[in-house]
């Protein structure tokens, strides 16, 4: 038998009808009581309807600054014949009855949005199976198992999203955060949200803040999933729970990047095995720093929007998430209903998606991003905003957003054209190896959107081998 709803069997809906009358009671007797339940309790939460008009009521004499008690709402109910199945306007004395204590109201809530949430899960549950047993039935436009699963996490995410129990900011107070936030930025010695790990680029951005959607963008080769892989290790090595959704990449292949990255050890080695003394020595000691890292890899492919939350919630339960990561956004694959509208409006979805996810989790999110192969056609190939695929959306919803560029992956040496004479030639071959020789190891991270800050750009040193990023040594 379930405690918290004494003589109920398990079939019927969940309530406990005694907490309502008793809250109820507790704040006809001393209005501050109120002030327990408030932000969480909403007169919808009821299971008795009688009991949810009064608690409306109550509210809305609190809220507009008046004393409410019993004497106050008889007069409001006597005539409009609410209170009559209950048995008229004495029952607002018995609430008064039963009342056990005042310190206890903010329990009682509690009980009572728990018998809430706990009906709403039955009403889901039940729209589940019945969808589930008789929507392929439907002749014009049966639901498929990804639909009814789209469906019921939108209707979960309506009954239970933390921002719809939020309360609204006053003016005032989110004045007092910006100060305190700059105040506490002054103090500080790295950036104001999550680092990325890299100074330099955290100078640009501020570090990655609670409920933004980051883009890292990049053509195939320019290093993009290493990069948010190696945010990733960071956030996770400082002890903040991440959760990385690698579409494309295996958790193996992840796993050998992470040892080739703390170890030194070039990835040709751990691929063919051909592992040195010193190789091994340097691989044991990072397999040691990376043991039991709260960082969880889902390489599970052809995931929905609403299947990778799904999962975030899971890693949530297991070490908590400060970080999302999802490489990369092109891949995520649309719900039917949106794909059937084209490639770019079910991007967009995804891309709104996304920046939910950050809000619903309260943490940053980097998504990776796929660059149009029309960069590739440029003399100057360094990417904008216009070459992110379907961008409007994704320019929209980010927060920041970054691409990754290295020069020198599109430096070729040049072949000697026809007619050509022997200096000029020359003179061509001594212009590219200098150009190659300023390029050599050097990534570029440009920085073409920050929602409350400058553009600018970054620029690492990129080691091939170990396939890493790292500062450039200014020494």
């Known amino acids: ?4 709803f ?25 209005n501050k009581a109120y002030d327990r339940v408030s932000g969480f309790l909403a007169p919808e939460h009821f299971a008795d309807s009688i009991h949810a008009r009064i608690f409306h009521a109550i509210a809305r004499h609190i809220q ?8 106050t709402l008889k007069t409001e109910f006597e005539h409009a014949g609410t209170l009559d199945d209950a048995g008229g306007a004495a029952y607002l004395a018995q609430l008064l009855t039963a009342m056990v204590g005042i310190i206890n109201a903010g329990e ?50 309506a009954a239970f999203s933390v921002e719809q129990e939020r309360k609204g900011v006053a003016l005032n107070d989110a004045l007092d955060a910006a ?12 950036p104001a949200g999550l680092t990325t790990g890299f100074a330099s680029l955290d100078a640009i951005l501020g570090g990655l803040e609670d409920g933004t959607m980051n883009v890292v963008a990049g053509r195939p080769g320019m290093g993009k999933s290493a990069l948010v892989w190696q945010i990733a290790l960071h956030a996770a090595r400082a002890g903040v729970g991440t959760v990385v959704h690698s579409l494309e990449m295996s958790g193996t292949s992840l796993g050998r990047r992470a040892l080739s990255y703390a170890a030194g050890v070039p990835l040709t080695a751990l691929r063919t095995g051909r592992i040195t003394n010193e190789h091994a020595a340097a691989l044991v000691r990072a397999r040691r720093e990376l043991a039991d890292l709260p960082l969880t890899i889902e390489d599970a492919g052809g995931l929905t929007a609403a299947q990778i939350d799904i999962r975030t919630r899971a890693a949530h339960r297991k070490h908590g998430v400060g970080l999302i990561v999802v490489d990369h956004l092109h891949i995520v694959r649309p719900e039917d209903r949106d794909e059937r509208n084209g490639a770019t409006w079910a991007v967009g979805k995804i891309s709104r998606a996304m920046k939910a996810l950050a809000k619903r ?54 072949a000697r054209k026809e007619g050509e004479d022997e200096g000029k030639f020359r003179e061509r071959i001594a212009a590219f190896q200098g150009q190659r020789e300023r390029a ?21 040193q990129f080691r091939g081998d170990t396939t890493s990023f790292h500062e450039v040594d200014h020494d």
């Open 64 to 71: 507009a600054g008046r004393l409410v008690d019993a004497v």
């Open 440 to 460: 050599a190891g050097k990534a570029e991270v440009i920085v073409a959107k920050v929602r409350d800050g400058e553009p600018g750009s970054a620029t690492l």
């Open 6 to 30: 004494p003589g109920l069997s398990p079939r019927q809906p969940p309530s406990n009808l005694q907490a309502e009358q008793a809250l109820l009671g507790a704040i006809l007797a001393n």
């Open 361 to 414: 989790h309260r943490c940053p999110v980097i998504v990776a991003a796929q660059l149009n192969r029309g960069v590739e056609g440029r003399d100057d190939k360094r990417p904008t905003l216009a070459d992110l695929r379907q961008a409007g959306d994704i320019e929209q919803d980010a927060d920041t957003i970054s691409f990754v560029y290295r020069e020198e992956y599109y430096l070729r040496e040049p």
């Open 1 to 4: 038998m379930n405690q918290l």
């Open 108 to 157: 009682y809530g509690q009980i009572i949005h728990d018998a809430w949430k706990r009906r709403q899960l039955i009403e889901i549950g039940e729209t589940i199976v019945n969808d589930a047993f008789y929507a392929s039935a439907a002749a014009d436009d049966p639901m498929t198992a990804d639909d009814i699963l789209g469906a019921a996490v939108a209707a979960l995410e």
């Open 179 to 190: 100060l305190q936030a700059a105040e506490d930025a002054a103090k500080r010695d790295g």
